[in-house]
């Protein structure tokens, strides 16, 4: 689970967010420029909140008051971008097995084959990232992130880029990776048709 | 070709000997510069940017005069390397190595720092969040993203010092066999009467190596492009 509550610098404004919930999926959702995107980016370690603190499962990644600021890649968060940001010098296989040597203390919770069978991508694992579709290649991103055995998933908004159609063809796949994989995730989407479809608990960010 | 005499020949090979290594030894150093400059805030930064870039403006025999007064036998930096190292650069064709990588490591900053700038940042944040600590991040998407760059800046080092004159000549004078390269051979044959058919034969020569290198490395960053963007979508 989840828990944050802290102050994030907007300009020259400040601003702070709490999010307790016990719900394990929980979509942060709200106008763009409200700071969702930053909101994860701090849980990931990308951007620094001014104070405050993060917590995962009890386990602390940030706490100003205790000092603690773990650094990006040992915090075990999951973050399926946007844009996907798959490495371009890199297949799909190369890009699933990326961040393989990030250790889980208890062993690899999550297995290449799995993981590919989960998300359907079989097929494409010798592909270059240059010729996926936008759902293939945000299918391709959620396996990497997966596959670092993280103990958070963050999604920002990873059907945005897609239209319509490609849309209906991923929430599945999305929804599969909510009932199986069963880790607390938040999911920032300004889409109350895909908030509802996938969340279970809503945090508004005005 | 006309039959080179055997100083030409041992100035093509010193050239060749002198331009590689200092290409090469200079190339981490290059990249390490080139990192800091084009991904780190630290005070001081546009000072250490124009000394990187001194070499570029200052008088080549300026810099030779420098080397010469701190790496020389009496210098300061040069008693210490070769009474701990047994190194020497004085009179050496190290000496010829040094003063050409020092004259083309602006050049090589340059095209690596452009080239590690382009790298989009947005794939080092999604890779650390992948669990790679910040060397990881560069050994596995920065420096293979940046590759065109730093053999463009491998290249243009080497292109330099083989061209380098005046701080080379300077530094470790014109002797044959041990510090003559094609340039300071050229610029001997200059002074002597009838030497033109030599100069040409040399100057031949210069022109083949560095379009021989310009024609290699453009070849090197064809492959790795074409390798990374089959099929590219439009």
């Not at chain 1, 799995?114 to 991508?121: E, H, K, N, Q, T």
């Not at chain 1, 239209?163 to 929430?171: K, P, S, T, V, Y």
């Not at chain 2, 200092?22 to 390490?32: D, K, N, T, V």
């Not at chain 2, 009467?193 to 064809?222: F, H, K």
């Amino acid at each position: 689970m989840l828990s944050l509550d802290i102050q994030l610098r907007r300009g020259r404004f400040e601003r702070e967010v709490r999010i307790e919930d016990s719900a394990r999926v929980v979509a942060l959702v709200g106008p763009s420029g409200a700071g969702k995107t930053t909101v994860l980016n701090a849980i990931a370690g990308l951007v620094r909140p001014r104070s405050g603190r993060i917590e995962v499962d009890g386990r602390a990644l940030f706490d100003s008051a205790r000092g603690i600021d773990l650094p990006a890649h040992r915090r075990r968060v999951g973050y399926v971008f946007q844009d996907a940001r798959l490495f371009p010098h890199l297949d799909v296989r190369g890009n699933l097995l990326y961040g393989r040597h990030a250790v889980a203390e208890a062993g690899p919770r999550f297995e290449l084959d799995a993981v590919v069978a989960l998300l359907g991508i079989s097929a494409l694992l010798q592909r270059r990232t240059a010729n996926l579709s936008g759902g293939e290649a945000q299918r391709v991103a959620i396996g990497r992130a997966l596959l670092a055995q993280p103990a958070l998933l963050l999604f920002d908004e990873p059907l945005s880029a897609l239209d319509q159609a490609r849309r209906e063809e991923l929430i599945p796949y999305l929804q599969r990776v909510r009932d199986e994989v069963r880790l607390p995730m938040l999911y920032v989407s300004h889409h109350p048709d895909e908030v509802r479809r996938l969340a279970e608990a809503v945090h508004r960010l005005d | 070709m006309p039959d080179f005499s055997p100083a030409e020949l041992a100035a093509i090979a010193l050239s060749l000997k002198v331009a590689s290594v200092a290409a090469l030894a200079s190339l981490p150093f290059g990249i390490a510069m080139a990192w800091l400059l084009a991904r780190k805030r630290f005070p001081g930064k546009a000072l250490l940017d124009a000394l990187v870039h001194l070499p570029l403006v200052l008088p080549p025999v300026v810099v030779g005069y420098a080397l010469l007064v701190v790496f020389g036998s009496q210098g300061a930096v040069g008693a210490f390397l070769a009474e701990r190292f047994g190194i020497s650069f004085a009179f050496r064709w190290t000496g010829a190595a040094l003063a050409s990588a020092i004259m083309g490591f602006p050049l090589m900053v340059r095209a690596i720092r452009l080239s590690i700038e382009s790298v989009d940042r947005r794939l080092e944040q999604a890779a650390a969040t992948l669990g790679a600590n910040p060397w990881r991040v560069f050994a596995t998407v920065t420096l293979p993203l940046a590759w065109p760059g730093i053999v463009a800046g491998g290249v243009l080092a080497f292109a330099k010092a083989l061209g380098e004159f005046g701080a080379t000549i300077t530094f470790v004078s014109n002797i044959p066999g041990e510090t003559q390269t094609i340039s300071s051979a050229i610029y001997e044959l200059m002074q002597v009467p009838g030497g033109e058919l030599g100069i040409w034969r040399m100057a031949l020569v210069a022109v083949a190596i560095s379009l021989l290198a310009l024609l290699a490395s453009e070849w090197l960053v064809r492959r790795q492009h074409g390798r990374r963007g089959e099929g590219d979508e439009p």
